[in-house]
C-alpha cells in the first residue's frame, strides 16, 4: 500500500513562489497527481508526472509551475512560481489513476496542504 504525504503549503503574497513536495512511502509504479480543491468545488486537475518522467499541466498553470520527481521516485515535486490569489485551495497529491487528469479516477490520496496567495 502507498501512503502520500503532502507538505511546503503557506502563505505567500502574488507573485511569490512555493515548492510542495509529495513523499510516497511504498513502493509505486504509478503517476503521482497533482489536485487543488477550493470550498464548494470539486479537486481540479494540476499537473501529472509518469514513472518515466512525462509531464501535463493545467493550462491555467502552465509555464508557472513545474513538476518534478526525485531520482529514487519516492517524491514528487511541485515548484509554483508567479502564484496569483486564484491559486489559493487546498492542494492534494493522489496516485493510482485510471486518468491522472480527473480526481475521480484515482485511488490514493495524500491528506492535502494549504496554499493561500493574498497581498
Known amino acids: 500500500q502507498v501512503h502520500l504525504t503532502e507538505s511546503g503549503g503557506g502563505s505567500v503574497q502574488p507573485g511569490g513562489s512555493l515548492r510542495l513536495s509529495c513523499a510516497a512511502s511504498?513502493?509505486?509504479?504509478?503517476?503521482i497527481a497533482w489536485f487543488r480543491q477550493t470550498p464548494g468545488k470539486g479537486r481540479e486537475g494540476v499537473a501529472f508526472?509518469?514513472?518515466?518522467?512525462?509531464?501535463w499541466y493545467a493550462e491555467s498553470v502552465k509555464v508557472r509551475f513545474t513538476i518534478s520527481q526525485d531520482n529514487a521516485k519516492t517524491t514528487v515535486f511541485l515548484h509554483m512560481d508567479s502564484l496569483r490569489p486564484e491559486d489559493t485551495a487546498m492542494y492534494y497529491c493522489?496516485?493510482?489513476?485510471?486518468?491522472?487528469?480527473?480526481?475521480?479516477?484515482?485511488?490514493?490520496w495524500g491528506q492535502g496542504t494549504q496554499v493561500s496567495v493574498s497581498p
Open positions: 508526472i509518469s514513472p518515466s518522467g512525462r509531464t
Open positions: 493522489a496516485t493510482g489513476c485510471s486518468n491522472p487528469r480527473y480526481s475521480d479516477t484515482c485511488r490514493l
Open positions: 511504498g513502493y509505486s509504479s504509478s503517476y
